[in-house]
C-alpha cells in the first residue's frame, strides 16, 4: 500500500505570497497517478490537478503541480483569499487502495 | 449540469445500519466508474470503496471490508452504499465522487481521478 505524507501539516502565508505543499510516496509512483484536491469547510473536493501536473477544467493558472518518483509539489503563485483551504494529494493508481494525504492546511 | 446528490445519512447506533444513496444527473452515468470517500471530524479524507461502470468490480478500504457493500443502479442513475455493522469511527461526512481518467501518452498509463463530487452527507454512529 502507498502511503503519502503531506507536509507542511499548516502552512501560514498571506495573500500574494506563493505556497509550495509537498507530497512524499513511501515507494516510486507513476506521475500519472497522483492528484490534488482542495477542500474548504462545508464544501466537497475540488479536483484541482490530475497525473501529477495537468490542471482540471476551470483551475486558474496560479496552480501548478510537478515532481515524480516520490516527490511531488503542488504550488500556488500569488495567493488569493479564496485559495486558503487544506489540500490533498491522492495516489489514485491502478490498484487499491486509492489512498489520500493526510492534508496540508493553508492559512492566512 | 453534472450533479452528484447524496441522501440517507443520519443517526445510526454502534451495530446499526444506513443506506446511502447517490443521485447522478448531468452525465452518462453507467459509463462512469464510481467511488464513495468519507471526511471523519478533525480527519482528512479517505477513499471508502469503488465500483466499476457496469457494477461488476468492486473494491473497499479495509477497514469496512465485509460491513460496506457497493451498488449502483444504471437504470436509475443512482450509487448506493449499504452500511451494517456500524461503528463510532464510521462516523464522518460520506461523499460519492465520480471516477474520470485520461490516456497519458508520456507514460501510456491511465491517469485517474476524481472530477465530479457531491456534497455529501453526515453519518453519526454514536449510542
Known amino acids: 500500500e502507498i502511503v503519502l505524507t503531506q507536509s507542511p501539516g499548516t502552512l501560514s502565508l498571506s495573500p500574494g505570497e506563493t505556497a509550495t505543499l509537498s507530497c512524499r510516496a513511501s515507494?516510486?509512483?507513476?506521475?500519472?497517478?497522483i492528484d490534488w484536491y482542495q477542500q474548504k469547510p462545508g464544501q466537497a473536493p475540488r479536483l484541482l490537478i490530475y497525473g501529477a501536473s495537468s490542471r482540471a477544467t476551470g483551475i486558474p493558472a496560479r496552480f501548478s503541480g510537478s515532481g515524480s518518483g516520490t516527490d511531488f509539489t503542488l504550488s500556488i503563485n500569488r495567493l488569493e483569499p479564496e485559495d486558503f483551504a487544506v489540500y490533498y494529494c491522492q495516489h489514485y493508481g491502478f490498484s487499491p487502495p486509492y489512498t489520500f494525504g493526510q492534508g496540508t492546511k493553508l492559512e492566512i | 449540469e453534472v450533479q452528484l446528490v447524496e441522501s440517507g445519512g443520519g443517526y445510526a447506533q454502534p451495530g446499526g445500519s444506513l443506506r446511502l444513496s447517490c443521485a447522478a444527473s448531468g452525465f452518462n452515468f453507467k459509463t462512469f466508474e464510481m467511488n464513495w470517500v468519507r471526511r471523519a471530524p478533525g480527519k482528512g479524507l479517505e477513499w471508502v470503496s469503488y465500483?466499476?461502470?457496469?457494477?461488476?468490480?468492486?473494491h473497499y478500504t479495509d477497514s469496512v471490508k465485509g460491513r460496506f457493500t457497493i451498488s449502483r443502479d444504471n437504470a436509475e442513475n443512482s450509487l448506493y452504499l449499504q452500511m451494517n455493522s456500524l461503528r463510532a469511527e464510521d462516523t464522518a461526512v460520506y461523499h460519492c465522487?465520480?471516477?474520470?481518467?485520461?490516456?497519458?501518452?508520456?507514460?501510456?498509463?491511465?491517469?485517474?481521478?476524481?472530477?465530479?463530487w457531491g456534497k455529501g452527507t453526515t453519518v453519526t454512529v454514536s449510542s
Open positions: 515507494q516510486t509512483v507513476s506521475s500519472s497517478y
Open positions: 465500483i466499476s461502470d457496469a457494477g461488476g468490480i468492486t
Open positions: 465522487a465520480r471516477k474520470g481518467s485520461q490516456y497519458d501518452l508520456l507514460t501510456h498509463n491511465y491517469k485517474s481521478y476524481m472530477d465530479v
